[in-house]
């Protein structure tokens, strides 16, 4: 196995209201890193990580740690790639945190008892072994984020995909997630407006612009080239 | 939310919470239809009722007043039908319906305040309960509170822009209540495709596999033979002695 995890090819994508919103993607993630999506809202961000573990298909070529983005590869590409969703409520269904953590194990064919301890390992990463057995909804906002990581680290993934981590956390729930996400070994992706955010976890970034990669670069450099930057 | 408070007491430790959900299921089931089928010395089988399941709310240590009460929500719904039937000459009727809707609410209460909905929902699987129908009713109740709090939100979103001032028409006011639903409606639409990408996500193939494993055990079997009998041995008792 090489060091990239992620290899995609001329990948475009049509809604089917006719909307463009991908427009011929090149794009790579390697071992280790860690890169930031940047982009206005429609750029075509979020469109683009839905296709890394096939929710979403368009044409051109997606390649996860090796295995091509199809129907008969969606369960071994949806094991080693996790997506957390912007909002974490979306992802948190069980009824208890510990059911929802076991739920990406239970589907990966491991027994109950493996589920469990996986489940509890990945509760323990996040900090959130003692809400074990509560229900989601009585979760914060960053506990909820923090259990929905723990979901996808049961699944024991080689890439992290995170759609605006930081949306509806305050500062210092952003600190703790920064925190948390550095800590974590995996390949990473940031879809963020959150500069700051992008600037402290990224190694590089991508720009998205009208449904393409604008630019890649250093997270300060296509901030400047864009005036991407925040209010001051 | 009612929801929110039956999950805390779901959540206890008592030897009746310690039960398998598919004896409970079974048992309450029981006691619906000897409720239902109900018909001579109706007040006096409904009363003896009434006083088995605030026993069994004691040992389940919940609190017996909140729970008669919630019990009553039943009958914002039957009162309606009873009035009718009271008006068109029927009393016996009337009373009939609220007696046997308010004791069915009240043994259902005590079925999911004494049980997980996972557990119960897993149990009824169990069953043979159909696991499409299943799934729609654990998604209702895990997001119940959810939508409920965004209707909240828009309410409040309304009301701080004048609705509810008085200058509304009564038409006014129906046309924002109905775009107001239909916003809720998108809404939750929008959330439940989210939440079926992310469970495709984390490997969903259409089969729902959970935590829970039951097994039923000899205190399970007394139980549910004691639960069924009961209720059947009281209307028995009632029916030839009153």
């Known amino acids: ?232 | 939310m009612h929801h929110v408070v039956l999950e805390r007491w779901s959540r206890g430790t008592s030897a009746v919470h310690r039960r398998d959900p598919r004896v409970k299921a079974l048992a309450t089931l029981a006691f619906l239809i000897v409720i239902a089928t109900a018909h001579r010395q109706l007040p006096w089988l409904a009363t003896a009722c009434f006083v088995l399941l605030c026993g069994v709310t004691l040992a389940a240590r919940l609190p017996v007043r909140p729970a008669v009460l919630r019990a009553g929500i039943v009958l914002s719904f039957t009162v309606v039908f009873a009035a009718m039937s009271w008006i068109s000459g029927d009393p016996a009727r009337a009373v009939s319906l609220l007696l046997k809707s308010y004791l069915s609410a009240f043994a259902v209460l005590l079925l999911v305040s004494t049980t997980r909905i996972s557990v119960l929902l897993h149990g009824m699987e169990r069953l043979g309960a159909p696991r499409f129908l299943l799934m729609v009713v654990q998604f209702l109740y895990r997001y119940l509170f959810v939508i409920s709090e965004e209707a909240q939100h828009m309410r409040a979103a309304a009301l701080s822009r004048g609705a509810g001032a008085g200058h509304a028409t009564r038409r006014s006011r129906l046309q924002a209540a109905g775009g107001a639903v239909a916003a809720l409606f998108a809404r939750s639409y929008g959330r439940a495709e989210d939440i079926h990408r992310s469970m495709l996500a984390r490997g969903f193939s259409g089969e729902f596999r959970t935590l829970e494993s039951l097994r039923l055990s000899a205190a399970d079997v007394w139980f549910g033979t004691l639960a069924v009998l009961v209720p059947i041995l009281i209307r028995i008792v009632i029916e030839r002695s009153v």
Not at chain 1, 2 to 8: A, P, S, Y
Not at chain 1, 87 to 112: C, K, R, W, Y
Not at chain 1, 220 to 232: A, I, M, Q, S
């Open chain 1, 1 to 232: 196995m090489t060091g990239t995890l992620i290899e995609v090819r001329g990948l475009r994508f049509r809604y089917d209201d006719g909307t463009e919103a991908l427009r011929g993607v090149d794009f790579c993630l390697h071992r280790g890193e860690t890169v930031a999506l940047l982009g206005a809202n429609g750029s075509g961000k979020t469109t683009f990580v839905l296709h890394l573990n096939g929710l979403l298909t368009g044409e051109g070529e997606v390649t996860v740690c090796g295995f091509p983005v199809n129907r008969k590869n969606l369960p071994e590409v949806r094991r080693r790639i996790g997506l957390v969703f912007q909002d974490s409520e979306s992802q948190l269904f069980m009824p208890s945190v510990i059911e929802d953590v076991a739920f990406g194990p239970l589907n990966h064919g491991l027994s109950t008892a493996e589920a469990t301890a996986r489940a509890r390992k990945a509760l323990e990463t996040v900090g959130m072994a003692a809400a074990a057995d509560r229900a989601p909804y009585h979760l914060s906002a960053g506990e909820k984020k923090r259990v929905a990581i723990a979901g996808i680290l049961a699944m024991d993934p080689e890439i992290l995909v995170l759609d605006e981590p930081t949306t509806f956390l305050d500062p210092p729930g952003q600190r703790s997630l920064a925190e948390l996400l550095a800590r974590l070994p995996q390949a990473k992706i940031l879809v963020t407006h959150d500069i700051p955010f992008a600037q402290a976890m990224s190694s590089r970034a991508a720009f998205f612009r009208e449904g393409t990669i604008a630019a890649e670069g250093a997270v300060d450099e296509l901030v400047r080239r864009f005036n991407w930057g925040p209010l001051g």
